[in-house]
């Protein structure tokens, strides 16, 4: 075999990959949408921005290995093989993380597997369904400029206990997310504040309880930054 066959055999005709490079940009937009509108209105307590930031990396991955293995049976029972021995062990701490995974992972199938107008159709549908979702919970996902996260773990107080002293100190307090670990309990709370003194009452309660109790709190209006 000459040099120009072997450049002949390993050359990309454009011309053939022309849709792939379409299917990309188009996979790449929808993902970019979705990172913009979850990071905006998503309502998961933790830093939505650098969390969307994966969005369309995985779209582009998920329709690389489609459009690879997709007219291929020995690739196709090749990637099954080598995903039974590869272990992801993402953080997904909320069923809301998983739900946009899933459809960011379900855009890139549809474009690797050629599917745009179906694929682009889906996306609208879906979309519209969760700017109607957002539309009629406006109060519950809106950032008030006076919302603050609380972060709170305690081998001393229990969740009752911590419940009775934000509900005494503060009007607003909505319990996001609750672990115990060996004995302690950790805790998530959006909650509203009317001054800086409520969080300090709260603080030092708490720290009067439990000396040892971790608690932190963060705007949470930089959580979407």
């Known amino acids: 075999m000459d040099f120009s066959d072997l450049f002949s055999e390993y ?59 997709k007219s291929s049976i020995a690739l196709s029972l090749g990637l099954v093989g080598a995903l039974s021995i590869v272990r992801f062990r993402a953080a997904i701490k909320e069923p809301e993380e998983l739900t946009y995974l899933f459809l960011v992972i379900g855009i890139g199938l549809g474009m690797g597997a050629n599917q745009a107008g179906i694929t682009i159709l889906a996306f609208v549908l879906i979309m519209a369904l969760l700017i109607l979702k957002t539309s009629t919970q406006k109060n519950k996902i809106k950032r008030l400029d006076n919302e603050m996260v609380l972060n709170v773990s305690s081998s001393v107080v229990d969740e009752q206990g911590i419940n009775a002293i934000l509900i005494q100190h503060l009007t607003g307090v909505e319990l996001r997310r ?28 708490l720290l009067q309880k439990d000396p040892s109790a971790e608690i932190s709190f963060i705007d949470n209006k930089n959580l979407a930054q």
């Open 178 to 205: 609750l672990s115990h670990d060996n004995g302690t309990v950790r805790m998530s709370y959006v909650l509203e504040i009317d001054s800086l003194d409520q969080l300090s009452n709260v603080k030092n309660e």
């Open 11 to 69: 050359s990309i005709d454009f011309v053939d990959h022309s849709q792939f490079v379409l299917n990309a940009l188009i996979g790449a937009l929808l993902s970019w949408i979705l990172s913009m509108y979850y990071t905006k209105y998503g309502n998961a307590v933790g830093n939505r921005s650098k969390f969307s930031n994966n969005f369309i990396l995985l779209a582009l991955t998920t329709m690389l290995i489609i459009y690879i293995v």
